[in-house]
Each structure stands twice: as structure tokens, then as C-alpha cells.
T-cell receptor, first 116, second 114 residues
């Protein structure tokens, strides 16, 4: 079974600064997807960014980018030019490609606070 | 396009009762997944339905069950409620045909057991 670990329960960043959230995972599979989801107080989980394991290029979505280190099984999220609206819980998630289903395995989450 | 709709938003029940939660996916989406979110256990996968068939199941007792209708709407049922069932229940939908399709989540149903 796969496991996902987020070692930082809380992080804080100054507005306009850059912050990196860590995620490590354990799997014996070679092909899979990794995701970062954001959950603001409104509760809805919002997809921030995703990475296919077979792609060596790191995914980027505007101010959000990842550092995917497949050999190290590491998948960190970098948020540049942090904004107040970035304050939320961030979850790293793993999805196997070994079955046709949509099951996600989530990490424990990191609460990001943004200081004005 | 309307998003994933979960009803009700809040629910209060007592131990021993049963409850049914509803999830309407985005139009055209055939896969619906359910997750339980608690402070202690985090986000845990319950089950997934695709074209009215259960495609995946998490490690939850048989008191947790679900179904999907022909219009892809899904319901989740919990029988003989326990205090530990208090949680935010999230539903997610996707097209479900290929693995690269993202899941879209609803706002969740907050279930409190007294």
C-alpha cells in the first residue's frame, strides 16, 4: 500500500514571499500521479497542480510549481509571491495507475498561514 | 457548469441511527468517490462508483455503503452510527475514463454524532 507523508503540520509565510511545502511518499510502483490540493475554510478541495510520474519536467501552474524527485520519492510544492488567499490546508495526494479507479491516498496536510 | 453538489451541508444524528448523504456530480462525470475527513485520521478513501458499479473500496466496515444511480448521482449510507463517524464527508467526481482526469470535490457534508 502507498503512504504519503507531509512532515510540516504548519507553515507560515510573509505576503509576497516564497514558501515550499514538503511531501514524501512510499510506493513500489513506477507509474502514478501526484497531486497538491488546497482546502480553504470553505471546505472545498481545490486541485492546485498535478504531476505524472513518467514526466521528468516539473509541473508549473502560474505561481505554483513542484519539485518532483522520483528517486527520492519527494514531491514538494513551491508557492511564489504568496497572497493572503493562499492561506489554507494543503494536501499532497497519490494516485496509482495500477487500476482503473480514482482512489487518492492523502498526506496529513500542512496548514499554511500568510502574514500581511 | 455547476460543480459537485453535496446535500445536506450539515447533519446531526445520534448513536445507533442511520444516515444517507447525497452527491450530485458535475454533468457528464461518471465517477463518484467518497472520502471521510477527520482531525485524527485525515482524509480516507471510502469507495468509488463508476457507471453504477463500485469500482474501488477503502478499508471501512460494512456499515458504510453506497450506490450510484443511472444519472451518476451517488448516495452514501452509514448505519448504526457511532461517535467516531463524526466527520466531514467529501464527494469527488471525474469523467473517470482515463487516469489523467482530475477529480472535482464538493463542499462536503459535516456529520455530527451526539
Amino acid at each position: 500500500a502507498q503512504t504519503v507523508t507531509q512532515s510540516q503540520p504548519e507553515m507560515s509565510v510573509q505576503e509576497a514571499e516564497t514558501v515550499t511545502l514538503s511531501c514524501t511518499y512510499d510506493t513500489s510502483e513506477s507509474d502514478y500521479y501526484l497531486f497538491w490540493y488546497k482546502q480553504p475554510p470553505s471546505r472545498q478541495m481545490i486541485l492546485v497542480i498535478r504531476q505524472e510520474a513518467y514526466k521528468q519536467q516539473n509541473a508549473t501552474e502560474n505561481r505554483f510549481s513542484v519539485n518532483f524527485q522520483k528517486a527520492a520519492k519527494s514531491f514538494s510544492l513551491k508557492i511564489s509571491d504568496s497572497q493572503l488567499g493562499d492561506a489554507a490546508m494543503y494536501f499532497c495526494a497519490y494516485r496509482t495507475l495500477n487500476n482503473a479507479g480514482n482512489m487518492l491516498t492523502f498526506g496529513g496536510g500542512t496548514r499554511l498561514m500568510v502574514k500581511p | 457548469k455547476a460543480g459537485v453538489t453535496q446535500t445536506p451541508r450539515y447533519l446531526i444524528k445520534t448513536r445507533g441511527q442511520q444516515v444517507t448523504l447525497s452527491c450530485s456530480p458535475i454533468s457528464g462525470h461518471r465517477s463518484v468517490s467518497w472520502y471521510q475527513q477527520t482531525p485524527g485520521q485525515g482524509l480516507q478513501f471510502l469507495f468509488e462508483y463508476f457507471s453504477e458499479t463500485q469500482r474501488n473500496k477503502g478499508n471501512f466496515p460494512g456499515r458504510f455503503s453506497g450506490r450510484q444511480f443511472s444519472n451518476s448521482r451517488s448516495e452514501m449510507n452509514v448505519s448504526t452510527l457511532e461517535l467516531g463517524d463524526s466527520a466531514l464527508y467529501l464527494c469527488a467526481s471525474s469523467l473517470g475514463d482515463t487516469p489523467n482526469q482530475p477529480q472535482h470535490f464538493g463542499d462536503g457534508t459535516r456529520l455530527s454524532i451526539l
